[in-house]
Each structure stands twice: as C-alpha cells, then as structure tokens.
C-alpha cells in the first residue's frame, strides 16, 4: 500500500508558511504499514492541482491532499476535486447542523462565506471535522482513494487521527508489507568513522534491509528500515547488533528527543530539575516542558538575558563579572547552583554563551558557550565552540546540555 | 524565470525530520524575483530521484536539490546526478584542500570516507562548501541548470546565501518579471467576515494581483501577490487601500513575527520587558531573545512551572493559590507585577494555564489561560479558551501574550 501527500497552498511556494504537516502524517502512514513515495506541494492554482493530481494517481493507491479548504476565494481545492471527479456541490445538512454548532456562542461567524463550507461534493463521503468548519472529503477513483483535509495543523491532525487513519486502516484487509523502523541515537564519533566502524555489518546486511544516517547538531541518529520481508524478530536481531557494536557511542537506542529521554530518567529516579538560561534564553525551558507529563520533574528557569538578572536573582557577583567575563567558566557554576538551590531541585543546568552576530572576541568568539551541571554529587562545567549562526549555536547548546545531563543522571546510577 | 525544489532523504518520507529548508529557500527565490513552482520530497533511491529530475526539468528553468550528500553509503545523490548528466567523478584538488583545512584539528574525521568528498562530477561547477564537506554542484542542461546542495539547515543557507543565489542572479540577465509580495496581519475578526468586509475590494483587483488570507493562533495575515506586470507604484497603491479597509483590525503592516514587531516598539520607546511563565514554560522568553538585538528589550524570565516557584521567587500567596487557584486573574496579576519589579523591567508579562492534557476541571477546563500585562500605567489581566490540543494552547497563549503588549505598549503613546 502506497501513499502520496498533495499539500496545496502558495504560502509554502513563497516559504511563508513551513509544511510541518508532511512529516507527522508520514510518521502516522508508516505505523499503520502505508509508505509515503512522494510529498509535493503546489500552488492554488487549477492547472497544477490537477496535474499533481494526475502524477500522484499513477503512483499511489491513497492521495492525500491538504489544503485550501476555507471559506475565500484563494482556496479551490473542493471546486478543483468537484471537476477532477466530475461532480457538483450539494448541501450537506449534517455538516450544516455541525457548523450550526461549532459557532453557536459567534454568530458573526455565521455569515454567507461560512455557509458555502458546507456545500459538498455529491459523489464525495463526509467525514466529520469535529475542530472546524471544513467537510472532511473522501473520493474514490477506481480502487484508489484520495482524501481532502484542511491544512491547519490541529485540524489535520485531530482529522487523520480520528477519522482518515481508521478509515485506511479498514480499507488494508490485512497488512502485507510490514514497514519497521529501529532507531538509535550516538555521540560523540564523526558520521564517517560511524560509517567505517559499520561496515561489516552494512555489507552482511540482507537486500531490504537499509541502513540511514541522520547527524544533526552533534548527534547521529542511525535508523535501521524494512519495507517488506523481514519479521520483528530478525529486525530486532540485526538492531540489537548494531546497539552491541555502536555501544561506545550510545546515548538512546530509541528515537525520542533528548528531552524526554532525561524526563523519563527523572520520573523514574523521583528526580526534579531546573535551569538557569543566558544565550539559550529558555528554548531549553520550553524543550524540557514541551511534553505532556513534564511537571512530574520540571519546577522552573530564571531566564538571566541581562546581566543585572544574573546578579540580582542568581547571585553573581559582579566583580567576578568584570574580571572573567559573564561567559566563564565561573559564571556559570554560579548560575547552576544558585538555580538548584533556589528552586530546590536535585539537578540543573546553566547555559552562557555568545550566540552573536555581535559579541565575539578572539578569545571567546561568537559561538563560545559554558554549561555547568549542577548535581546532588557536585557542580561541573564544560566550555563548547558550536558554529557562527544563532540559531545553530543555541540549537545545538540545548543538545549539549541534555546530552550532559543525561550522562551525569546516568552516571551516578551505574 | 521558475524554480522547483527537489529534496531528498527517506527521513522526510518516514516523517523523522521535517522539511524547513524548502520555505526558506522559497523565500530567497521570490526575493530575487524567481517563482517557485512545486517543491518535491522523495526517498533516496536513484530511480524516484531521476523520475522527479524528469517532470521537474519538463516545467522548470531551474532545479535545485538538497540532500544525500553525506559520506556515507545510504547518501546517493552525486551517484545518480554523475548517471542523469553523464558523466563520471574526479577528484578535484581545491575541494581536497578545503576539506583537509575545515578538518585539520580532528584527523579523526579524515579518513577513507570523508577523501570520497573530494570526487566531482567531471561536467558540474563547483562551488565552494564553506562550512561543510559536502561540494556544492552546478550542472547545466541545455538552457536549464541544477544546483545540488547538502540537507542540513545550516550549510544550505550558507550555500544558497554565498553561492548559488548569486549565481542565480548573474544569470538573470535582466529581471523580467518582478515578483511583489505585500502582507499585514490582523485581528478579532473572522476569517469569513474579513472576505466580506474586502468583497468590493477583491472583486475590482486586476487578474494578475491575488489575495491570500492566512489566519493562524487568532491573527490572519492578508497577503497580496503580483507576479508579473505590476509596477512597485501601482502594488503600493492597492496595499495601501487594502491597509484603509481593514485599519480596525491591524496589528502590522509587515509579515514580520510579533516578537519581531514587539521588539522594534520598545527599542524605538527605548523601554524593556521581562516575563513570568507557567503554561507558556519558556516559549515566550525564547520568542523574545530568538532574533539577534533582542538584549536591548529583553531582560529575563522566571518559569515557575512548579508552584513552589511561583511561591518562592514570584511571591503569589500559598493562600491565594488555595483559594483563587494558580490559573486565576490574582495569581497572573502577582506573577507579572513580581517579576516587572524583580527584573526592573518597564513592561512584562505572566501567564498562567491549563496546557493539558490533565489538570482540567469544569470551572477551568483545559485550554483555560490567564493572560496579565504589567506596565507603568497599571496592570490588566485576561482570560482566554485557547483549545484543546497542548502544543495548540501554548502557541496560542504566546500570541495573545504577545499581541496584547504591541496594543498596550503602542495604546500608550498614542
């Protein structure tokens, strides 16, 4: 069973709006056995749609499409599917009743645009879209299938959730081809050595299975896939090998983030952590409390952008300011541990750092970071040299730091 | 002059890795006046990747590429442009120089892999990888030309910044046809209303001026497009009118992020802010600081996930908590004025929620956020229903954060 995904919509040809959609629906396809051949994304234009259209019906059993499905008159999506299955719109009463209520506390909302969403394809199924307004459309095309979803994200996603994924779970009869993917995290060795230290295993590898490299900001995901024959328990045997001969390296034989891989580490040691921020400025707060269940070890961050922040809520001297510089060694044990104390946690981490464009010295040039750790066994620090961009530098300081941690919560456990 | 991308790596299809490089890359392009006509995603196997060179090359003056150009042996793209543009690969002496100089402090990396980094197809243009090994490949078809770059974020940018965007333009020999994009962004009205109330308007713009509503988290940005015959004058002209209809509503007059708008208000006021989290958990502080001069505004932070933090460094009454509840006006109140005193900021703002998915109640479900903004003139809070979906809540929360400071920071000076 194969998949394409259509997205429709001139913001993503003009780079307004980033296709976050694409990834999520591939990673929910591959868990119910579909592969996703091909993502292509079009403007709202007739003649593209329909040929996009065509190109993907000569691929793929399913089409999805998201889209320019709103109520303006920049999005056709419906009115090009209407023609492309030769068909005309007609009221639906269901989707007009649902509507009816989505929007009973906005009446301003129910004006003659609203109303048009709930004129349908007569030929199309209805599915219901629960969080908004546009009619969720199914077609069929011979044995093929396309499905029609919005493009905002909380839609789409409560829409293939609810609706598009059990709906092509009941279409596959019984899955054939079984899609596995193993993936497992190092650091700490260049992707090329990684590629030389496997290439034993790479070429005693069967024909379908594939070994992928993933480096992103210090870490190499190695992920292990099978389209086809290859049972669960040979696919565990060949990942269990691979673990056996990365084991140096290893930081997770899971995909999950790093944040969740320490959050469960945390809730499993009934431990607790914070963080004091200077060039990371809370986008690792935000990582560290981004997924459900993170107050079980998460307390809190004082975010000390400003040098005053750092002396008058975390303590830092200012003389100690003046002669080793705010991004120090120093500095930093400083704000670990003040945070550890103040907010009572077991573990913390602090982050200074020159994200630039400005800043820099030649002693310490943009990019420059320390992180400490503070623990209940000590406080240690780590100076890192992470690139020219600002974004790539507190990216990649995040990393650091929950590599670090991880470590040392590991660590004191073994 | 049109442009398709083509990118390439399982982890898109698989969903391991979400595609960011195609909306920058789209944006540069509509800069420099190119249109981008579709942007495809396929695996890396060299007969879907020859299948997408075809229909691009069938539409397009150019294509450009990126990924597969690691070392290792699950990248191929250099292998399948060496067989699409017949040729066979050389070793090239400046890209062998770069490498060994980009490498000279980790001989670990130099080994028999990386050396595979300096063969070229005999027929391409090489084009220098500042940052990385993998060389930048300009191949020419005809009057058509194919730039092929690596995957990851950061060297993409340096390369399509550095080279092949000037490249690109030398070859404009003349731009024809000036690509013109205007957006403003506004707020408290429906997206159908909106198309009402901008009827007249719509219905008397020339063919060739398009207007695209984009709302997301509660703003809707309003984008008029020219591809073509459009003087600069004449855009303005009609920007200008469409600014007129909708002056109740705007927030900006640019497509610039809030924070970004936020920003320049208080630099320009000479003023500061700082925040006090709860459901927000740092995204706020990690807006504010994203964009490089945000240490002229931004303070600090105090996430107080935990409410002993919010006991502890904010000062909100453990009797409060009891009584009103952490999500209550009391306690955003106290969060927002603590934290504006501590940091001594001019402004700040606190917010208090309920993310999900647990900890709702009747009274407060899900989705329920208290909003305060703390300035000079006095503080005012406000409660929000932002969803259901935790990633949904927060985002959310962060614009109307955000939005309510732009109103009360300008309110002021009017």
């Known amino acids: 069973m194969r998949a394409e995904i259509i997205t429709i919509g001139d913001e993503l040809l003009i780079g307004q709006v980033v296709d976050t959609n694409s990834a999520w629906m591939a990673e929910r396809l591959n868990e119910i056995g579909v592969e996703l051949y091909q993502i292509t994304s079009v403007h709202d234009r007739r003649e593209h749609i329909v040929a996009a259209l065509d190109e993907a019906f000569s691929r793929a059993d399913i089409v999805l499409t998201t889209g320019g499905l709103g109520p303006t008159n920049d999005d056709i999506t419906k009115h090009v599917l209407c023609e492309y299955f030769d068909t005309h719109l007609i009221e639906d009463q269901r989707v007009r009743a649902h509507i009816m209520d989505l929007y009973h506390e906005r009446p301003d909302v129910l004006n003659r645009l609203t109303a048009t969403q709930w004129l349908v394809p007569e030929n199309a199924e209805i599915l219901e879209n629960r969080v908004g307004s546009a009619p969720l459309m199914v077609f069929h095309h011979g044995s093929q299938l396309l499905a029609s979803m919005p493009g905002v994200p909380y839609e789409m996603k409560i829409a293939m959730e609810e609706q598009i994924l059990p709906y092509i779970s009941r279409q596959l009869s019984a899955i054939s081809n079984q899609i596995i993917h193993r993936t497992l995290q190092v650091t700490g060795i260049p992707e090329s050595s990684l590629a030389i230290l496997l290439e034993g295993y790479e070429s005693s590898m069967p024909a379908d299975l594939h070994l992928a490299y993933l480096p992103k900001d210090g870490i190499i995901r190695l992920r292990l896939s099978s389209y086809g024959e290859l049972s669960e ?182």
């Open 233 to 414: 328990e040979e696919m565990n045997r060949w990942f269990a090998e691979l673990k056996t001969l990365v084991a140096k390296y290893l930081i997770s034989d899971t995909d999950e983030p790093l944040e969740v891989i320490l959050g469960k580490l945390l809730v499993a040691r009934g431990k607790t952590i914070s963080t004091a921020e200077s060039c990371t400025g809370g986008k690792l707060a935000s990582l560290l409390n981004k997924h459900a269940g993170s107050s079980a070890f998460y307390y809190g961050s004082i975010i000390s952008y400003d040098n005053s922040v750092k002396e008058h809520l975390l303590g830092v001297p200012n003389e100690l300011i003046k002669t080793r510089g705010v991004v120090s060694e120093e500095v930093a044990h400083i704000m670990a541990e003040s945070v550890r104390r103040q907010l009572n946690t077991d573990y913390s981490i602090a982050t200074s750092g020159i994200a630039g464009p400005t800043g820099g010295s030649i002693e310490k040039p943009v990019g420059t970071v320390w992180i400490a750790w503070a623990t209940p066994q000590g406080t240690t620090a780590e100076c890192f040299h992470l690139g020219k961009l600002r974004e790539q530098i507190t990216d990649r300081a995040c990393t650091k730091a929950l590599v670090g941690m991880i470590e040392r919560v590991r660590g004191f456990e073994d």
